[in-house]
């Protein structure tokens, strides 16, 4: 039981990962209203990408 909630736990950081890679400059228009968004969607990127790694070896390290 327990593998299948990490399994799940790591798909849903997967899918927000993933999102936040491809869509960072929409959301940094709607969730920030500063004059700056270029470090702020750069900063998306990159949480997004470690939410993958994270989400990636919760799934395949999961036996």
Same mark, same amino acid.
């Given at each position: 039981? @327990?593998?299948?909630?990490?399994?799940?736990?790591?798909?849903?950081?997967?899918?927000?990962?993933?999102?936040?890679?491809?869509?960072?400059? @929409?959301?940094?228009?709607?969730? *920030?209203? *500063?004059?700056?968004?270029?470090? &702020?969607? &750069?900063? /998306?990127? @990159?949480?997004?990408?470690? *939410?993958?790694?994270?989400?990636?070896?919760?799934? /395949?390290?999961?036996?």
């Amino acid at each position: 039981m @327990i593998q299948i909630v990490l399994r799940v736990v790591g798909l849903i950081f997967l899918m927000y990962g993933t999102i936040m890679v491809y869509d960072a400059r @929409i959301l940094t228009r709607k969730w *920030f209203g *500063f004059g700056d968004q270029n470090e &702020a969607t &750069a900063g /998306f990127k @990159i949480l997004g990408a470690i *939410f993958c790694l994270v989400g990636a070896m919760i799934v /395949f390290f999961n036996k």
